[in-house]
């Protein structure tokens, strides 16, 4: 019966069932689909706003939660009983397998620099009209230093790799990883990051008495599991 209304939904909305399925697949995989960051992302993002109904029906049988950003034209899906800020929490047991995927803490702690760089940004006016904010990388690397008396690894494999994760997330841009080896290059930090550190988190990290600091030695694990994102560097470059 559900197949049946979403072949006729797919067939008043002159959608194919295999691109119906290209999108839902992508969407499953990569657990977000961002309009400006390829053609064929953008391709699916449209098609998305065709379908969004039908998508989300079918993904709540799934109970995986969806947020759509119109504004800033991205997707993002999170699989069951994540907490997902800006929306109502969801009752349902969370899986245990690799329907999700926790980020590690390294992951985490460059997460949370560059929601606290984002957020200085847009008090400063410092945000283009898709919501991006341009920060360099000497810049992000003090940050993460002075904020959680850490930095970032040393090994440049290892920033590489930490970076290309987040790049995946959707939650940075960069050109090249050869960008990421000089001080003076720049990252572009994207809205979507607001949706993986909450109000609360954020106020922890950036109190507003500037003589007091957070506390670094409990740095909170605040970022909402994911969908794993297997994009690789480079990929839908057209």
């Known amino acids: ?10 067939a008043d909305l002159t959608i194919s069932a295999d691109d119906f399925s290209e999108l839902l697949i992508r969407l499953l995989d990569y657990g977000v689909l961002c309009r ?21 029906d079918y993904l709540a049988l799934l109970k995986v939660r969806v947020q759509h950003d119109r504004r800033f034209c991205f997707v993002r899906i999170f699989p069951p009983g994540a907490t997902v800020p800006g929306l ?25 620099v560059l929601r606290v760089e984002y957020e200085k940004s ?25 904020l959680l008396k850490r930095a970032l690894p040393d090994n440049a494999g290892e920033r590489k790799a930490l970076f290309k994760r987040l ?19 720049w990252i572009s930090i994207h809205p979507s990051i607001t949706s993986f550190v909450d109000d609360q988190v ?5 109190p507003p008495d500037p ?10 694990d605040s970022v909402p599991e994911r969908m794993s994102a297997t994009t690789e560097e480079g990929d839908d470059v057209l």
């Open 167 to 185: 790049r995946q997330l959707r939650l940075i841009r960069y050109n090249t990883e050869q960008d990421l080896d000089f001080a003076e290059s």
């Open 211 to 220: 003589t007091s600091d957070p506390a670094p030695d409990s740095m909170p």
């Open 1 to 10: 019966m559900f197949q049946e209304m979403i072949a006729e939904g797919l």
């Open 36 to 56: 400006d960051e390829s053609l064929i992302e953008g391709m699916l993002y449209d098609r998305y706003l065709q379908c969004s109904e039908l998508v989300d």
């Open 88 to 112: 109502a929490d969801d009752d349902h047991n969370a899986f245990n397998s690799g329907f999700r995927q926790r980020p590690s803490q390294q992951e985490v702690a460059l997460i949370l």
């Open 202 to 206: 954020l106020a922890k990290l950036c």
């Open 122 to 146: 847009l008090r400063d006016g410092q945000v283009d009209d898709k919501g991006c904010v341009m920060l360099p990388l000497e810049s992000l690397a003090i940050a993460h230093k002075n």
